[in-house]
């Protein structure tokens, strides 16, 4: 008995030296969680005109002639969306489409959803 338990002493000094025994090794750590990255999001309101118009309107006296349409709307979201990319916000998708604007049936609202990393 005196034997054995000798030889098993042994053993275990020989496997905690040379990195055997499990949770004694040197060196060795649990990797850390990532913490949750925190994110930001942003609601972004986009006209949409569905019919082509032309207005007129007084600017210092003169008249100025100004269009809108499908092909304005999309020209005005594009530059939009784009300067809110160059912020580093990256779009999610639509919140609420097809909104009847107070101008009427001839266009709409756009709530689209954005999003991006807190600084």
């Avoid at 019919?51 to 979201?77: D, I, L, N, W, Y």
């Amino acid at each position: 008995m005196k034997i054995t338990l000798a030889v098993a002493a042994v053993a275990a000094c020989l496997a905690a030296t040379t990195g055997l025994w499990p949770g004694v090794r040197p060196g060795v750590q649990a990797q850390e969680r990532p913490g949750r990255q925190r994110l930001e999001y942003q609601v972004v309101v986009s006209q949409v005109d569905h019919f082509p118009q032309r207005k007129s309107v007084q600017v210092e006296g003169k008249a100025k002639v100004t269009s809108t349409g499908p092909k304005e709307s999309a020209e005005a979201m594009t530059r939009q969306f784009n300067a809110l990319a160059a912020e580093g916000w990256e779009y999610v998708g639509p919140v609420i489409t097809a909104e009847t604007h107070p101008e009427g049936p001839r266009s709409s609202v756009v709530h689209s959803l954005f999003r991006r990393a807190k600084q």
